[in-house]
């Protein structure tokens, strides 16, 4: 069956860095695009970047050149590159398809952005 398994979200100071990464099964991961989304106390969730499957890029407005997406697919991994962090950005993020998320999704991963 389909997994995604985010890790690498935490504690840090506005300004610092983090880097998430989520492991992919149960898909044919090369193929297919995939997005980080992130989701913040009373918001829906929002998708923050996405990278094709040929590699292309696409950021939200509000992340764009602090964040980078990226993919390795030998290890059906994708990765989200923070840095610059800001209070703004504290969510529980998750990784997905994209443009057509599954139904399913992980458990996220908690990314807290606090002095």
């Known amino acids: 069956q389909v997994q995604l398994v985010e890790s690498g979200g935490g504690l840090v100071q506005p300004g610092g860095s983090l880097r998430l990464s989520c492991a992919a099964s149960?898909?044919?991961?090369?193929?297919?695009?995939m997005g980080w989304y992130r989701q913040a106390p009373g918001n829906q969730r929002e998708l923050v970047a996405r990278i094709s499957s040929a590699g292309n890029t696409i950021y939200a407005d509000s992340v764009k050149g602090r964040f980078t997406i990226s993919r390795d697919n030998a290890k059906n991994t994708v990765y989200l590159q923070m840095n610059s962090l800001r209070p703004e950005d504290t969510a529980i993020y998750y990784c997905n398809l994209y443009p057509s998320p599954l139904a399913y999704w992980g458990q996220g991963t908690q990314v807290t952005v606090s002095s």
């Open positions: 149960g898909i044919i991961f090369s193929i297919n695009g």
